[in-house]
């Protein structure tokens, strides 16, 4: 028995709960809120409020919170744990007994981008409206249903955004987007500490925040994800269903779902008179975004899309003459996400329904032709490490294949051919018969079967290929082995012996790891440029060779450095008696160069694409943690390269500094030219690749590929336009490079590598080096149109050529792509390091 005094506190204290305005001191729409304000909202509402939960789930790169509140009945949160288990049994994912009750789970997920500001604001007016129970049908809503609201998924970029507004913004509200607090400058706040793009990181989760974030995710499940977005402020609303193309597992109910969502949304944006699109631009094909990822995880994935973002600012005058205001934003934003809860509150019984049968239908009759997924033991064991991270925290399950000895007939990705396979111990298994079927399909299949060809962003993405592993798609069904215990754990013991030197194979990214240590504490390593015998043992060209006499400095304790390090990073030593080689070239030939100790410079500011830039950044601070500077180009006056020995430039336009780059280069420095900073180079005569260019233009002209003034193909329709733009480019497709394994920059990327191509061909260098080139007109996975296909067959991937005293290296794509390409890294290393 409560007594009646606690019930009226009770009931005092739900009425009483201030609104985001109270609490913030100014009205919403009127200011952009900092996020530790939103924040200290939401742990405020939890606290006065028995239907709201808030629970922290981690931090970002640059130190604050990200959390959620949990919103439901006052029974149902009591009973929080019960309904989160049961909802995983269903899945397959936990073990245990379910308990008959089961509610859907509605995931809120705002402001991913952090410059599309409109959604912290408006997670802030959902919380309070869902706790004071003051939207028709919430009552219900609260009673049927556990809401989680992700106010902020991005708060380092959002914080950025609201800083630089507020320090950029005149004292009347300005609508002229001229204006600077419209116009930010380099980097854009769309992205987060390094530059990424969240939202194209959900099946990579290179990044700590989305980590974090899907760690969270896995607990529950959701039934529905609804992300919520800004595009370009002269668009109205985008609202469900999706555009094509739709991936072709996503299921008849979820594409059902997009419709009555829909409906749903037309509903309550017609009522207030308000303009919107369905049907166009948001595709569901790539698993990178918010609503395919979730789809792929068996809930109905939404994007929302608000015309306004960064540069709308608080208001601002449109082409039509009317004015765009962070208000009507916000409106827009809290009409979508009531449409998204009532639109799920009615149809309950069918998601729970549908969604226990997308999971129990993965189980035992999954939809991929391909049954096992069989991975060679044999591969770099970093790479399958890398793989099996990514599996891992994807839900997707791995182990040790059965039936050693047995052949199949299969598909050979990195072959890009049917193939066979024969299954030896230690090669690892994948199978379709597990509760992520579907996603796995997505992350294996051959071939991404699209309804269309005109994707908003990639069109393949197999995971052999960003690996570089060797794998093979049965038809069969092939039993793995209990034992999931992943490659045992290397353990080197300190030699008292004093050897003459350690050698140490290539395996993958933690041997450059763990030499980039070494070079951080001044021991040397040298390579090998040639193969070479040691004791009786083989090593490839490229291995490392630590010798005692390069490390005189150390004394002693270089066995104890050595042994530490190489344990860190699970490197085998293997010791080395004497410097004279049984095959092959010597220690102290010229033939072993001294791995280079580089300061390393990335340039960045305005004119360069950030994306890019963030990724090397990240690399190297945390996957090699080795220290990088990078050096703003917007500081023109005063840059000096002198102190640094290589200069890493990205995709951007660096004509206004084209000199002073070329004069580093030329004095001895080394310059690494990634995708369009190449032109810097095509457009110097005085390079090898000024003259290939010109040679290939020329030859172009000449042949059947020049289009005559009265060709037919230039009759194109305006309705047409996209595709005929489709019929030039690559959609980000993956094509084979061909690597010279004897270039110490090609080390570590096999004879034949795989590469995201998305820019135009580059012809082979007539001096200089050609390391890495394509052959083949036709990508081994996703889209290229046929114009493309015809130039980019025997076209350049990695290129180097002398000038000066310096070098500069060509690489056309970026190797890295979005942190995930990791079977890249090694080319990066190899630019810095050999
Ligand atoms: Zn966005």
Known sequence: MIPAIFILLLNISSQTIKTPGEFLGYEPGTQF?????????????????????????????????LGVCIVSSEENLANLEEYRKNNLIKTGLLEGEFTGKQVPFIWLAYNVHGNESAGMETAMKTLYTLVTRSYPGSDEWLRTCIIIIDPCQNPDGRDLFANRYRNSQALIQNPDGKSWEHNQGWPGARSNHYFFDLNRDWTWQTQTESTQRLALYNQFMPQVHADFHEMGAESTFFFPPGAEPWHEVITPWQHEFHKLMGKGNAQLFDEKSRLYFTKENYDLFCPSFGDTWPLFNGAVGFTYEQGGGGYSGLSLKLETGDTLTLKKRIDGHFTATMATLRVACENRTRLLEEFNRFFSDNMNKPSFRYKSIIIKGSNDKNSLEDLFSLLTKNQIRYSYAGNTGKKYKGFDYLANAEGEVTIEKGDFLISA????????????????????????????????????????????????????????TVMNHTDTGKPYGYIVDYTGFNTLKFISALTRKNIRARYSLKPFTSGGKNFNRGSFIIARGDNSNAGNKIDAVVTELANKYQVVLNRAETGMVEKGKDFGSEYSPVVKKSNVAILCGDGISAGPAGELWYMFERELDYPVSLINISNRENLDFSGYDVLLLVSGNYSKIRD???????????????????????????????????????????????????????????????????????AGSIYKVVVDTTNPFGFGLGREWFVMKRTQAYPFLPRGNNIGYITDNKPVAGFAGYKYQKLIKNTLVIGSEKTGNGEVIYITEDPYFRAYWKSGRALVWNTVFR
Do not use: C
């Open 33 to 65: 809120t900092f996020h530790h304000r939103a924040v200290e909202y939401f742990r405020y509402v939890a606290e006065v409020s028995a239907l709201a939960e808030y629970r922290e789930y981690g931090k970002t790169y640059e130190g604050r919170p």
């Open 660 to 730: 002073t780059i070329v004069d580093f280069a030329k004095k001895g420095g080394r310059v690494v030219a990634f995708e369009n900073a190449i032109q810097m180079f095509a457009s110097d005569k005085s390079t090898s690749l000024s003259k290939a260019i010109a040679t290939r233009t020329e030859e172009l002209k000449a042949s059947e590929l020049k289009v005559k003034s009265d060709d037919p193909s230039l009759l194109k329709k305006f309705g047409d336009e996209d595709r005929h733009l489709l019929s030039e480019r690559s």
């Open 433 to 488: 018969f597990q509760p992520q079927s579907r996603f796995m399909q997505v992350l294996f299949e051959t071939d991404s079967k699209a309804s269309d060809s005109l994707s908003y962003d990639l069109t393949a993405w197999a995971l052999p290929y960003a690996y570089n592993i060797k794998t093979y798609a049965v038809e069969d069904q092939i039993k793995g082995l209990p034992d999931k215990t992943i490659p045992e």
